[in-house]
DNA sequence: TCTTGAAGCTATAGCTACTAGAGACCTTAG
DNA sequence: CTAAGGTCTCTAGTAGCTATAGCTTCAAGA
């Protein structure tokens, strides 16, 4: 049996985290200990280590609740979960794109700062005028 | 003089983020019509466009209100605002490295998904198990 | 056995960057 | 003059946590 803190050590997540999936419905309530310390088992180390690796996958957690409810229905098919994977994979790879443009906006800005004086500075400059973006970056969605 | 709503609209951004913007200091207070109502000219547009080409590009509010600060006294060297535009790579390239990770290992999933029910659907599996992993996304900071 | 310090508990508030809603008021076109 | 739509303030909500306060419990050393 894992305390809180070992739970969270194991699974790479931090114990407020923990409580707050909890209280979100996310994790169930695990059994207490004499002292109302909560006691957590195997299976929800599993159940926490899928969440965490979901959410470094970039899955809301809206999407990870209902592949779990997929998981705790073993007879369902599998096609649900494909779907939101596949929709993760669409967000993912627009915010490569758009992220990418970014980089190359920012890169630019900076090499071309002369380390003069504000008046003349590239930074605030690109900033201030969209005119001298190389690249239309206003197309693909929020910046995050 | 340009309403709220016309502001806006000449800016990219929506009425009540420009309100909000007010509040949190990153735009100052505009004058009023008789009627209440807030005027912008063409100060005020050029410091909106400026935030907003500034958030588009990701820099947190905060940065914005540094770089905005500098812009404010030009004869400063611009080191401050070269300094910042770094910073706000650095996360650039972090995410684009992360994102790539996380689109090989859901093109990775979706593939060997065998359409089938949630017991063999490796979607699930590759979720709960972080072994099955094809490169480690565990190192580069939060999925966002 | 006692004690001390870490870890746990609940509850509430705060964070970023907005967005939405309620209900009243202002402005402008017809 | 009226009606529609824009604007006003204020509050609360969103996601996904994180932090704080003030308390209790647990494990290890003296």
């Not at 899928?50 to 779990?68: K, N, S, T, W, Y």
């Amino acid at each position: 049996m894992l305390t809180i803190g070992k739970l969270g050590e194991a699974a790479g997540v931090k114990v407020p985290t923990i409580r707050y999936y909890e209280q979100i419905g996310l994790l169930p309530e695990p059994d207490r200990s004499a002292g109302n310390q909560r006691l957590y088992g195997q299976s929800a180390l599993d159940r926490l280590a899928f969440i965490r690796h979901a959410r470094e996958l970039g899955f809301p957690l809206d999407a990870i609740r209902d592949l779990l409810s997929l998981s705790d229905e073993p007879d369902q098919s599998c096609a649900a979960a494909d779907v939101i994977a596949k929709k993760q994979l669409t967000t993912v790879k627009a915010r490569i794109v758009r992220l990418t443009a970014l980089k190359a906006e920012l890169e630019r800005m900076i090499t071309q700062c002369a380390q003069g004086t504000v008046a003349d500075c590239r930074v605030i400059e690109v900033l201030s005028d969209h005119s001298h973006c190389a690249q239309d970056h206003r197309t693909s969605g929020a910046a995050e």
